[in-house]
């Protein structure tokens, strides 16, 4: 359609040169870091950096000093925000080890998501490079326990020009954050609020793709959702504004009676590797799980019922968060008493068991990293 990234496929293998930091973080300045995590605060030492031009395709691949981007005022990122970006986390093993969990599913969704933007497309083999280099480099910040190294790939577009039209460059780079415990007392659930004035996305739209644009526009309902006293927002679908689509950064599971799930389709919702996981593992178990669209008037319906059991939400920041209740503009509504259901926990512990090499990874999700 236009858009030709011609050298891209020429680059399938690029070499990385490591500089590791000339001023290192001692030991105990790390440890003093690595004892208040909240989530994305704390960086590491490194970062991951690749570089695209037509002439070149990717090329100058790099891990070295986390540094600032020197970026002229006329970068195009700047003004038509061509930019997207992933999440997945590294994990330590008991014995020491390292699991990232289905990084070649993130750099599948991000070649699709470069596709949507009409940027350039990185070779997913040089994805998983880079994200495992600065596993390797950064090794030491990763927390033990139930805490974990955030790892977050993105690309810009990073031509110097105003004109509207795709990038001729771009900037890939790979940043590491440690992280906490979502959960510090258990799961603690939380509320939802169900934003009515405002969408996330429609069809043909970029809401099934991970750009920065999405999250931009998510955050007017997300104050909204902040100023009812709710911890998220839900969106609901742009067309007829019934169907529950997701939440700003989440995908949602519904749990009924008869031990079904039920979970929206693909489309206009973010195709979420942890959404793709827990189906996995649910139908497994014998469990029928529905991907179909369901209302939010059924889900207050449902939920008085006691048709509904349980609802919750799901990320690879969180894993598994349950949800304890909903409020809209047309009245608020609990769920299964608005603690956390057995069937949220269950496959959290499953999940979350997987990741951290407890649970044999009978998927071939885990890529140990040494
Ligand atoms: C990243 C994201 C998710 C969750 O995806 P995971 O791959 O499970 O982390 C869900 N919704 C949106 C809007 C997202 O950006």
Known sequence: MGVSFDKVDGSIWLKFDIAPTANPVSATDRAAKLENLGFGRVFTEHMAIVHYNQAQGWHGAKVESRANFPLDPATAVLHYAQEIFEGLKAYKRDDGGINLFRPDANARRFKNSADRMAMAPIPEAVFIEAVEQVVRIDRDWIPGGEGSLYL????????IFLGVKPSAEYIFAVIASPVGSYFKRGPAPVSIWVSENYTRA??????????GGNYAASLRAQAEAIDHGCDQVVFLDALERRYIEELGGMNVFFVFDDG????????TILPGITRDSIIALAREAGTEVREEPYTLAQWRTDAASGKLKEAFACGTAAVISPIGKVCSAHGDFVINGGEAGPVAMGLRKQLVDIQYGRAPDTHGWIRNVG
């Open 152 to 159: 977050r790939p993105f690309m810009i577009a990073s031509e």
């Open 202 to 211: 429609a069809v043909g739209g970029t809401g099934a793709v991970k750009c």
């Open 260 to 267: 079904s799930l039920s979970t929206p389709p693909l489309g």
